[in-house]
């Protein structure tokens, strides 16, 4: 799962969970790992891996405390317990709990919205905010800094800027 966790984090387009179900152990890991979530409100979560006797992997040890708080994460991952939909939006583990019907319109909606955006902004935008979980300030910036000279010379940027004068909506591709 290693390199599943490498390859989401490297991935430069986003990762939209759907969870409809259940998300124990690494499923609640990949949450974590995505983008965005939304999950039905009847699905339930869970920091299951104490009651293997094991600690959060793939890469749960990383990104929970980063999303939900260091004091969440610790009574995630100590006690396993389970938690509703409702209480995954509420520590920030995802962007919304929808009625199970709507899960599939309101993820669509995100997608439709995303597919309209410049994906090597969006890209950028992904690569700056994950590199920079490991930098301090001076650096994440220097590193925001670089990546946002590399955004100027984008066909997105020429666009953006055009539509902006034109007073119109930007047409990316």
Not at 122 to 143: M, Y
């Amino acid at each position: 799962l290693g390199r599943v966790v490498e390859a989401m984090l490297e991935c430069r387009v986003p990762i939209v969970a759907k969870v409809n179900g259940d998300a124990v152990g690494a499923g609640l890991a990949i949450t974590v790992l995505s983008d965005f979530a939304y999950a039905a409100e009847d699905a339930t979560f869970s920091c299951a891996f104490v009651h293997a006797g094991l600690i959060p992997d793939t890469g749960g040890s990383f990104l929970l405390p980063r999303l939900v708080g260091l004091r969440a994460a610790k009574r995630l991952a100590f006690t396993g317990e389970f938690f509703d939909a409702a209480e995954a939006a509420n520590l920030g583990l995802i962007n919304g709990a929808v009625p199970p019907e709507e899960l599939d319109e309101r993820v669509d909606d995100l997608l439709a919205t995303l597919a309209d955006r410049p994906t090597e902004t969006i890209g950028l935008a992904k690569q700056t905010i994950h590199d920079n979980l490991g930098r301090q300030w001076p650096d994440a910036i220097d590193h925001e800094i670089m990546l946002q000279v590399q955004a100027y010379g984008t066909d997105a940027h020429e666009e953006g800027v055009a539509a902006f004068l034109d007073d119109r909506d930007p047409e990316f591709e």
